[in-house]
């Protein structure tokens, strides 16, 4: 197993420029004010430098916000298509990649990688979440690839992984884009062997450092998970008190399939008769949902994951603001497309724009909510998501003094329509200092760069690659 990052101790002292707090539930942004954190915990948000600090972070123009939690991406899967599936590559028929590309090459990936292969995938992976500024981050991903757990143990985000079920777990799409599912599949076998992986993984992982290593369960996706998988995952899961997190209604042919399967019903149906539509659910995408759907999946107070970015690519809006407007609790998340989380909300608000006509929705405020506050609700951890004494010491600082960023008046509004990954000067988990002045502090950029990019380009040389990027 990994080191873990030595404990924060002592106290650290962050300056900023502007620093996020809510008030009465609202989030405000206060002048020229001190964060200082002890040990893993902020102790005070004061105008006055601390005394005494055993390190300080003291550089103008910064403004402190609580950690960014980033609850839905795809380290691995991403990373084996990135720069090959934009302009429409690998797209059958103009069908998605995920039965393309994503699911049968990170397959291909963990049969042909060593542990230590896939492991400088998921450290690249994880380096670039944090320069991206998220502290926490919600990670769905084959179960074949443990290293993911062991990569966010060392490197130090805080991290819920979520290792796949299955009931057909080698769906692909055929020469004329549709996913056929593996009939052998239905006989439950692969449903049994990845519930019992994942209380494998739960048992040894969960709980890791202080609670910053956790598990979540994620059955796939509506198409991919029969009845009784997603039952009984969802009964373990109430059973340990973890959330849940799928992919639901992310394209028409799901759609489809689900109605062919189970009576006409819709994907958000199909898991209400189940009985699995509720508060523990964060459900992806959803961009195929009724409005029927989300009426009904804003009754039962789940949540959607909107990742807008990665279905912007493929000429398709997912705005923010049709699942927000409906009262759905909606955060925001990469898809680990490009994993800047600024860039996202950027992108977020702007679709959200164009879709409805209308310049005030999807306010900063309220984009700056649905990674932070909003997050942080989603999986239940009140102690994430505000800057405020007693909270978690988790912390994304971003440099507002670059050119494209000034003149300032409004850091929040400037966050949102202006700001990028680039701008991320620190970032804080548990009060470890994990990137200062845009730099990852614990290990050699360059080569967990190195490192990563020659264990995908190893799946890229497959000839299975070959083929399905060339379609």
């Known amino acids: 197993m990994p080191q873990v990052p030595q404990k924060a101790t002592g106290t650290t002292a962050v300056y900023g420029s502007y620093v996020l707090v809510r008030e009465e539930g609202l989030p405000v942004v206060k002048r020229d004010q001190w964060v200082v954190i002890e040990g893993d915990r902020i102790a005070a948000v004061s105008a006055s430098r601390p005394a005494n600090a055993d390190l300080v972070l003291d550089r103008p123009g910064r403004f402190i916000l609580p950690g960014l939690l980033n609850l839905h991406n795809h380290c691995f899967s991403e990373a084996v298509a990135r720069t090959h599936a934009e302009d429409g590559g690998g797209r059958k028929n103009s069908q998605s990649v995920v039965y393309s590309v994503l699911l049968p090459l990170t397959k291909s990936g963990i049969d042909i990688l060593t542990p230590e292969e896939r492991m400088a995938i998921g450290r690249l992976g994880i380096l670039q979440l944090l320069k991206g500024g998220a502290t926490t981050v919600m990670e769905p991903f084959r179960n074949g690839i443990p290293e993911m757990f062991d990569a966010a143990l060392e490197m130090g ?118 009985g699995l539509l509720g508060p523990d659910l964060l459900a992806a995408h959803c961009i195929a949902c009724s409005d029927t759907d989300l009426d009904l999946m804003a009754k039962r107070d789940m949540t959607v994951l909107n990742c807008p970015r990665v279905f912007a690519r493929t000429g398709k809006t997912a705005a923010f603001s049709r699942f927000a407007e409906k009262g759905i609790r909606t955060v925001v998340g990469t898809d680990g497309y490009n994993m800047d989380l600024l860039g996202e909300i950027n992108a977020a608000a702007m679709i959200s724009k164009i879709v409805f006509g209308d310049a005030t929705v999807a306010s900063s405020q309220t984009m700056i909510d649905a990674v932070t506050a909003q997050a942080a609700a989603a999986i239940r951890r009140p102690d994430l998501g505000e800057i405020r004494p007693g909270a978690t010491a988790d912390l994304t600082v971003v440099d507002m003094t670059h050119p494209h960023l000034q003149p300032l008046f409004d850091p929040m509004k400037a966050l949102v329509a202006l700001a990028n990954r680039a701008n991320i000067d620190s970032v804080i988990v548990d009060g470890r200092v994990l990137v200062e002045n845009g730099a990852y502090r614990l290990a050699d950029e360059a080569a967990i760069t190195e490192a990563g990019s020659a264990a995908i380009a190893r799946i890229w040389d497959l000839p299975e690659a070959r083929a399905a990027f060339a379609s």
Not at 169 to 179: E, F, L, R, T
Not at 200 to 206: A, F, L, P, Q, Y
Not at 249 to 267: K, L
């Open 157 to 274: 985000l805080r991290f819920y992984g979520a290792p796949y079920l299955f009931s057909s777990a080698n769906p692909k799409a055929d020469a004329k884009g549709v996913v056929q599912y593996d009939v052998a599949d239905a006989s439950g076998s692969d449903s049994e062997r990845d519930l019992a992986t994942w209380n494998d993984i739960h048992g040894k992982w969960h709980g890791l450092d202080g609670g910053r290593i956790q598990v979540t369960m994620s059955p796939h996706a509506t198409d991919t998970c029969d009845p009784d998988l997603l039952r009984a995952a969802h009964a373990r899961a109430r059973e340990l008190g973890v959330q849940v997190t799928t992919h639901l209604a992310q394209s028409v042919r799901e759609v489809e399939v689900i109605g062919q399967r189970y009576d006409g019903r819709t994907p958000a149906e199909y898991l209400d008769w189940l």
